[in-house]
């Protein structure tokens, strides 16, 4: 089984940059792509950002394109968020997950994804 373990989030400045690190454990050779997606309080949860594990595609929701970056590292089994030009309204609980070969549907739709790590807190003050 799949596990995943976020980290790198934190409190910083508008305008500052962090990045995150998710890395999945277990068996992963199901896993087509992995996602991070956030929810702020009160809010529902949105899709951030995705990268398919081995062509290394990548997609975005509209509201960071240009300002974060998904990439990953096949040797340390690890994806990364680079998070730039941070906006107050980046602020939430950013997750990664899985999404498993077979899966067919838009990449934004959380409920495609199997594994879902415990969340890294990101908050951006004005």
């Known amino acids: 089984q799949v596990q995943l373990v976020e980290s790198g989030g934190g409190l910083v400045q508008a305008g500052d940059s962090l990045r995150l690190s998710c890395a999945p454990s277990?068996?992963?050779?199901?896993?087509?792509?992995l996602g991070w997606f956030r929810q702020a309080p009160g809010k529902e949860r949105e899709f951030v950002a995705v990268i398919t594990w081995s062509g290394g595609r990548t997609y975005y929701a509209d509201s960071v394109k240009g300002r974060f970056t998904i990439s990953r590292d096949n040797a340390k089994n690890t994806v990364y968020l680079q998070m730039n030009s941070l906006k107050p309204e980046d602020t939430a609980t950013y997750y990664c997950?899985?999404?498993?070969?077979?899966?067919?549907?838009?990449w934004g739709d959380g409920r495609l994804y199997d594994r879902w790590g415990q969340g890294t807190v990101v908050t951006v003050s004005s």
């Open positions: 997950a899985t999404r498993p070969s077979g899966v067919f549907g838009i």
């Open positions: 277990g068996r992963t050779f199901s896993t087509y792509a």
